[in-house]
């Protein structure tokens, strides 16, 4: 089983539903359909399916995006990403994981 990795501070957000999605750098795969198993420091917290997956530019993300990824706003999401992955571009791909939570 495909394993997301996530900081710490994600876990609680993604089991109380309030965290949907993941947005990773790049254009990644994720199958639609899929278990993934979500993971902190490679240990597993929960079982998700993936429901869609979307690529985006950076400039394309929005308040909404944010929202489903458990940020207040988007510069938040943007700032976040930004410490995660460093230098972001307006044009830079993201991929934007939907899941739905199993167990």
């Known amino acids: 089983m495909e394993r ?3 900081d710490s501070e994600f876990a609680s ?4 539903g309030v965290k949907k999605t993941t947005i990773r750098k790049g254009i990644r795969s ?6 993934v198993e979500l993971t902190v420091e490679n240990k597993p917290f929960a079982v998700a399916k ?3 997956v979307v690529v985006k530019r950076i400039s394309e993300l929005s308040e909404e995006d ?24 307006e044009n830079d791909f993201v991929t934007l994981v ?5 167990f």
């Open 30 to 35: 994720y199958p639609v359909g899929n278990l």
């Open 98 to 102: 939907h899941f739905e939570l199993l």
């Open 66 to 89: 944010a929202k489903k990824d458990g940020f207040e706003s988007l510069k938040d999401l943007l700032d976040k990403l930004r410490r995660i992955y460093g230098e972001l571009g």
């Open 13 to 16: 957000l993604i089991l109380s």
């Open 4 to 6: 997301i990795n996530f």
């Open 50 to 52: 993936v429901k869609k």
